[in-house]
């Protein structure tokens, strides 16, 4: 199979290197003065005055303190990325055209595995985070299964929307993982089309990464 996502072969740009930092800055900021203090004990004003920035470019970033401990944001496919998808595109087959919606949604921001185990840790301290935490997996998934019915109704193919979702969060979530593991290197993306062929050769036996053939 021919790569569809070509790798980065630049680094991010220098505004959006500085937007992920700002962003990262304040996710630190909030999870460490919530394991601090405590939840109820923290302001969006506490977590400004750490990092020195105003309350007005914390919301440009996060709607809530809650989301900022979280590291939540908005996080679904581009608008193009979809139509395209949609349409039955853009090579016609089902897990290749998976590969671009996901390296899309790579696209955004990723938050570190060691953000990611104190967000962890912080729900299970902070029972009113698990609700907020749950929400946002379930806006993605559930937009993700709208996307693919939309595709279904033009283009029909047999594998449930449902469990193309959850493929889908799985290829994010393992690319993230070899992306981590491998050092940080490079972008997520460049990590998706190996993750690709390891799932090409569970669902095709036989098939070995980067042969050609595909559920479809």
Not at 14 to 32: F, G, H, M, V, Y
Not at 61 to 82: I, M, Q, W
Not at 167 to 179: F, G, H, N, P, S
Request: hydrophobic fraction near 45%; proline fraction near 6%.
């Amino acid at each position: 199979m021919q790569n569809l996502v070509e790798p980065s072969a630049a680094p991010t740009g220098l505004r959006e290197r500085k937007k992920r930092e700002r962003r990262e800055a304040l996710i630190d900021a909030a999870q460490t003065l919530v394991l601090e203090r405590g939840l109820d004990a923290v302001t969006v004003d506490d977590i400004c005055a750490s990092i020195g920035v105003s309350a007005r470019t914390f919301f440009n970033y996060f709607a809530s303190k809650d989301d900022a401990v979280l590291g939540v944001e908005e996080f679904s496919p581009s608008a193009g990325a979809v139509h395209v998808f949609v349409a039955g595109g853009p090579t016609g087959d089902l897990l290749d055209d998976l590969q671009v919606l996901v390296a899309d949604l790579l696209a955004h921001q990723v938050m570190s595995l060691e953000r990611v185990h104190r967000a962890i840790r912080l729900v299970e301290r902070e029972h009113r985070l698990l609700a907020r935490h749950m929400w946002w997996i379930e806006n993605l998934r559930t937009g993700l299964i709208d996307v693919f019915e939309r595709r279904r109704a033009q283009h029909p193919f047999v594998p449930e929307p449902e469990l193309l979702a959850m493929v889908v969060m799985a290829l994010l979530r393992t690319t993230t993982l070899e992306w981590e593991r491998l050092g940080r290197t490079g972008e997520p993306v460049d990590r998706l089309g190996s993750v690709v062929a390891q799932l090409r050769t569970l669902v095709c036996p036989g098939t070995s990464p980067g042969e050609p053939g595909s559920p479809g």
